[in-house]
Every structure is written in structure tokens, then in C-alpha cells.
């Protein structure tokens, strides 16, 4: 099963930005999908944005529209998480993962997950 590593998380004050990075112990152009999904504090959790590989289809909430970004460079393995405009409402753990499909069937391999903290 494939290795996920993410990092970036930390704290920030509304309206900043933070990128967050998943590293894959394979190539991504191996792995159908790689997402970033996340769970708040006495949430569900919740997908949040995938990409297809190969092919780089995207698939973004509505909630993040237009403020998060999903990217990948395939000579890195890793796929960001480009978040701007950040509300404390995005205060969540954020985890990495794959084998799953946006947004019909849940993943199955998850990275250990990153804190996202946004004061207000």
C-alpha cells in the first residue's frame, strides 16, 4: 500500500494562506486519485479536493472553491494543497489519502494527517 506524508499544517490568522504537501512512496501517476479531505472537532470528516492521475482532473467542494487549490508535481510525487483566504471554519485536521473515488466511495489508505489552526 502506498506511503502518504503530508506536512504544511500550522496556524495562521484569518485570510492567510498555507500550502500543504502529500509525498507518496510511489509515483502518483501510479494512483488513480490522491485527495485531501479533513475533520474538525465533533465533525464528520470531509473531502475537500482530489486529483486525478494521470490526467490532473480536478475536484473541488464547493466550500473551498475558489480559495484552495490541488496541485501535483509527478517528479516529487506530491500533490499539494495550495489554501488561501483561510476562515477559522477550515480549523481541521487535514489528511492525505487514495484509493478512493471524489465523492462516492471513501478512501481506504490515509496519511497520519496535519492541524490546520485559523485564528480569527
Known amino acids: 500500500q502506498v506511503q502518504l506524508a503530508e506536512s504544511g499544517g500550522g496556524s495562521v490568522q484569518a485570510g492567510g494562506s498555507l500550502t500543504l504537501s502529500c509525498t507518496a512512496s510511489?509515483?502518483?501517476?501510479?494512483?488513480?486519485?490522491v485527495g485531501w479531505f479533513r475533520q474538525a472537532p465533533g465533525k464528520e470528516r470531509e473531502g475537500v479536493a482530489a486529483i486525478s492521475t494521470p490526467g490532473d482532473l480536478r475536484f473541488t467542494r464547493d466550500f473551498v472553491e475558489g480559495r484552495f487549490t490541488i496541485s501535483r508535481d509527478a517528479a516529487k510525487n506530491t500533490v499539494y494543497l495550495q489554501m488561501n483566504s483561510l476562515k477559522p471554519e477550515d480549523t481541521a485536521t487535514y489528511y492525505c489519502?487514495?484509493?478512493?473515488?471524489?465523492?462516492?466511495?471513501?478512501?481506504?489508505?490515509w496519511g497520519q494527517g496535519t492541524q490546520v489552526t485559523v485564528s480569527s
Open positions: 510511489l509515483e502518483t501517476d501510479k494512483i488513480n486519485y
Open positions: 489519502a487514495t484509493d478512493f473515488i471524489p465523492w462516492y466511495k471513501e478512501p481506504s489508505n
